[in-house]
């Protein structure tokens, strides 16, 4: 045998080895997050009326509110997906391809843009991301939701939507990078 044939052996090992550390370690991120939430709230039969959307775009993923590197890897939360957002005057309906996230007006707390939300990071404030409340097992658990839109004309709208929850603090933001209205106008 060849030196050409065990170097491509060796790589294509070292490559299986690679991947299947990332899966074990995907898999050890959601067992380790099932405590944050216990299921996500399901779609009512009448969301109420449509009050902007729907929009297109790419749902970027969601994190623990406050760590815009805590990914949440719990579906259908934990991966990329193309979707479609949609508010409605009872929520968010967040249609994705594994399924719909809906996210009640009672536990929303707003919608806001930043530049940076699970290890995406988007010049001038590109994501547009819902902050929302879901119930846990010890209580609620604060949850950023990012979206990119095709369309970012429409961002201003969507910002203006407040929900009824309390995120817990006296400040909206924390301090991951992001970029405010005032700084895309």
Same mark, same amino acid.
Do not use: C, N
């Given at each position: 045998?060849?030196?050409?044939?065990?170097?491509?052996?060796?790589?294509?090992a070292v490559f299986l080895a690679i991947v299947g550390l990332m899966a074990v370690g995907w898999r050890n991120r959601q067992s380790g997050q099932e405590d944050l939430y216990d299921d996500?709230?399901?779609p009512p039969g009448d969301p109420g009326e449509v009050v902007l959307g729907p929009l297109g775009g790419v749902y970027v993923g969601s994190t623990v509110a406050g760590d815009w590197q805590a990914r949440v890897a719990r579906p259908p939360l934990g991966h990329r997906s193309a979707g479609t957002l949609t508010a409605h005057t009872g929520g968010l309906a967040l249609a994705l391809a594994d399924g719909t996230v809906w996210i009640p007006r009672a536990d929303l707390v707003g919608v806001r843009r930043e530049s940076a939300l699970a290890n995406k990071v988007v010049p001038g404030g590109g994501l547009l991301v819902a902050r929302w409340r879901v119930a846990g097992r010890e209580?609620?658990?604060?949850?950023?939701?990012g979206f990119r @839109? #095709? &369309?970012?004309d429409t961002y201003p709208r969507w910002e203006a939507l407040r929900?009824? @929850? #309390? &995120?817990g603090s006296d400040?909206?933001?924390?301090?991951s990078p992001?970029?405010?209205t005032e700084e895309n106008q």
């Open positions: 045998m060849s030196q050409q044939f065990w170097t491509v052996v060796v790589v294509l996500l709230p399901t209580g609620h658990t604060v949850i950023d939701s @839109a #095709d &369309d970012k929900g009824y @929850a #309390d &995120d400040e909206q933001h924390t301090d992001r970029s405010s």
